[in-house]
């Protein structure tokens, strides 16, 4: 992000949509009033442009390289892993998005009407993912969690049958469905390219399904592939 404060807001936006808390958090309009630098936009609100560019540039850098050791984790790490860089973002994530949506649907429904089919998608996605995260924080996670425990003290506990295996086949069955509707949204967006004429708020929504889709991606590789594999072994420890 060099020079970020010449930038224009829009194009600061355009480039990483991660930005886009730390804008609306200070109030800058980077839709209507996107073509402003960013150094004459914090100028007319009196805020620090220094301050603002810090917060852009770690915004940009939230996303870490590293390759985390996820095959050598226990099911708790695992947990602890999805509940913070999913779970989270999700519910962080997932009022901005429908926010934005609802913003393109409106004004720009007429012209493009897949915006307003993308936007009844999502409003149902929002709903099944937080069903369907409760679900796992009340249930799923805490029984994994109690059968670790059993499985590492070397006890054997009686647990009922299908006390994993149920909950577990009800979430994949969920992750399907919702990575299904995405796929769709990805279809309707043509791989979420915005028309040449889309504003801002046009393009921050489709970088924003984007993201939301590659981290559900991650979400669901990580319980599908790892988790519930590993909760359902140990499961099967203490039934012998």
Known sequence: MTNIAEQTLASIVTANSRTVPVLEKHNLDFCCKGKRTLALACQEKGITVSDVVAELEMSGSSETTMRMPFTSMNAEQLIGHILVHHHFYV???MPMIMNHLEKVASKHGDRFPYMTRIQKLFSEVQEEMTAHMQKEELILFPRIKEVETAYLNKE???FPANYISAPIQVMESEH???GNI???IRELSNNYTP???ACTTFKVALAEL??????LHQHVHLENNLLFPLAEKMMKSQSN
């Open 91 to 93: 519910k962080q994530s």
């Open 156 to 158: 054997q506990l009686e």
């Open 176 to 178: 399907d469905h919702a």
């Open 182 to 184: 995405l796929y769709e």
């Open 195 to 197: 028309p040449a004429e």
């Open 210 to 215: 984007k993201e939301f889709e590659d981290n």
